[in-house]
C-alpha cells in the first residue's frame, strides 16, 4: 500500500513548535536576567521571614511580651525621626538582597569517573563475600547497582577512599573474626594500602564503617606531663580514642593531644606492664620515657639484659637505686627488690593491726624495669645460676599492695621464654613496631580495630591495659643524650627531665675498709678479708666475690664475712 503524504499543517506544524520553544526559552532567560535582583531581594526578604519566625519560636513565653515592646518601640521611633521610614525600607533591602544572594557554588552530584570506577572495583571484589545463590534478591550481585551498597563515601585529594559506609545483607557471618577479618583485608587491598583503617562494625544494623585515620604525631618530645601521682604517659592515641588532652610544647607553639595514661599504685588494675617489639621499635625508648616519669614520685631500678648501655645516662641520679647490666648484678637486685616487697608487706600489715598509717616508706614508689632480661636468663643457665625472672614471682604477685611496679620490655623473638608469671601478672601491654595481627592478637589478648601497616616509625603501635579497648600509640621521642646520633633538641629536653647526680660520674672508685685496715684487691677480681671481719662499702661501691659477680650495697649496707670465709650479704643491706 502506497504512503499518503501528511497535510501541509503537519509537517510544517512540528518546525513551528520546536521554533516557538526556543523564542519561549529566550524570552525567559531575558525575564529572569531582568528580574533577577527582585527574584534575589524576594528570596532573602523570605530567608528573613524565616529566621524571625524561628526566634519568635524559640523565645520563651515569658519573654515575648517584652520583646513585642521593644519592636513596637523601635518601629515608633524610626516611624518619628525625620526620614525614618524611607532609611528603614532602604536597609531592609540591602538586607534581604546581601540574605537573598545565592552564595554557595553548585556541588557534583556524585563521583567523577575515576572515583566511579574504584567504587566499582571494590563492589565486585565484596560480590563473593556478600552474596549467596539461594538469595532472591541479592543487594551484591556481578554487574548489579553499587549504590544501594555503599550509603556514603568520601575521597581525599588523591582521589582514594577516605571515608565509606558498606551496607550488608543480615544472612553474612559478621559474629566471627574471620569473616570480618577477610572483608577488612579486602577493603584494604582496594582503597589503598600504606594507610591505617579504622573499622566499625555494627551487627545489629548490617553496616560497616570504614574510616582512614590520619598519622599519629611523631614531633612529640620528652618533657613533663601534666599527670597526678600514680598515672604515666604511655604515649599519645587518636582523639576519638579517650576523652582527656594533655596540653603539651611543641617548641614556641602548645597543643592538646589525647594521652595514654596508664595508672599504677594501689587501686590500679593493671599493677604492671610487658612490652613488646623487634629491634628498633622503640621499647627502650617507652623504659626510659617512663623512668624520667616515674623519678618524679618514686625509686627506680634498672636491669639492662641487652648490655648496651641505653640507660647510662640515669646511673647516679637521684632516685635510681642501680642500673644493673651484668648477671650478678641484676641478680642481686631483684634478690633485695623481692626483699624490699616482702618487708613493705610486713610493715604495711603491722601498721594496720597496730591502727596506724602505713609507714611512709612504704608509699613511695619503687619500680623495676627490665629490658631484655631473658637474654641474662639464657647467660644464667650457661654459669648454672638461677633466672633473673624467678625473682619477680614476689614483685609481680605482691606488687601492687607494696606500691611496686614491675614494666618488662622484650622481642619478640623472646616471648617464649619469658616466665609464667610475668606472662599472668602483666596485664598491661604495649606492641611497638611491625607486627603481624597474630603477634598483636597473641600480646594484646585482641585484635586491634584498625590495619596495621608495613612501615611504622619508632615507637608505633598499639596499647591495651587490662581489658579496654585497643589504643594506637605513639611514644614520646626520649632518646639516649649520650648517642650521637640525638638531635640536640632531644638531647637538651631528656638532659632537663634527668634527676640531680647523688655521685660525680668521674668519681674515683670507693675505697674498701675493713677492721680500720685499707683492703686490697687481688689480681683476680676477688676481695681479701681476713676471717670475721667485716667491710663497709660506701654509696656505690662493690665488692667482687671469686666467682667473677659483685654484689650492689646501697649506701649504708655493710657486707659481713664469717668465720668460713666466703663473703656475704646482711638482712639490712
Known sequence: MARR????????????????????????????????????VTRGLRRLAAAGRRKWVDTPKDRRGPLLFLVASVVLVVALIPYGPLLAVIALMAAAAWQGRNCTPPRPDGPDEAQTKRLESLYEALVPYFSVPEDPAPLYAHGGDWTKAFA??????????????????????????????????????????????????????????????SPLPTDIAAQRFVTAPGETVLGFTDPAGVQRTLPLTFGEKRRDVPPVVWRTGVRSTEP????????????????????????????????????????????????????????????????WAAHETERRLIAANRARQAGHAPPDDTKRPLWLLLDRPTVLGHLAAAYGRNDPQALLQVPLRHGRAANVTVVVAEQFDGMESLADAVRQHTRARVVLGPASANQLEAVLGSPPHTTPTSDMPPGRGYARLGAGPVHRLQVPATPDPYDEATSEAHRLAVLCLLPERTTPADAEPAVITADDDQVGVTPDGSVSVSAGGSVSVPAGGSVSVPAGGSVSVPAGGSVSVPAEGPVGVSAES
Not at 9 to 37: C, E, F, K
Request: aromatic residues 6%.
Open 152 to 213: 556514603s563515601y568520601e575521597f581525599d585529594g588523591t582521589g582514594r577512599v577516605s571515608q565509606l559506609s558498606i551496607r550488608y545483607p543480615a544472612y553474612f557471618t559478621d559474629g566471627e573474626a574471620d569473616s570480618r577479618a577477610r572483608i577488612e583485608q579486602l577493603v584494604h587491598a582496594k582503597s589503598g594500602r600504606g594507610r591505617e583503617y579504622r573499622f566499625e562494625w555494627d551487627e545489629e544494623g548490617n553496616h560497616l564503617s570504614v574510616t582512614v585515620l
Open 272 to 335: 604492671h606492664l610487658l612490652a613488646v617489639g623487634g629491634p628498633g621499635s622503640g621499647t627502650t625508648t617507652l623504659l626510659r620515657s617512663m623512668a624520667l616519669q616515674a623519678l618524679q614520685h618514686g625509686d627506680v631500678l634498672i636491669v639492662e639484659g641487652g648490655g648496651t648501655g641505653e640507660y647510662a645516662c640515669l646511673t647516679g641520679r637521684d632516685g635510681v637505686l642501680a642500673v644493673e647490666c651484668g648477671l650478678a648484678g641484676a641478680l642481686a637486685s631483684l634478690e
Open 5 to 40: 503524504p501528511l497535510p501541509r499543517i503537519l509537517s510544517t506544524g512540528s518546525a513551528q513548535i520546536a521554533r516557538g520553544r526556543d523564542l519561549a526559552r529566550t524570552a525567559a532567560d531575558g525575564a529572569t536576567d531582568v528580574l533577577h535582583p527582585l527574584i534575589t
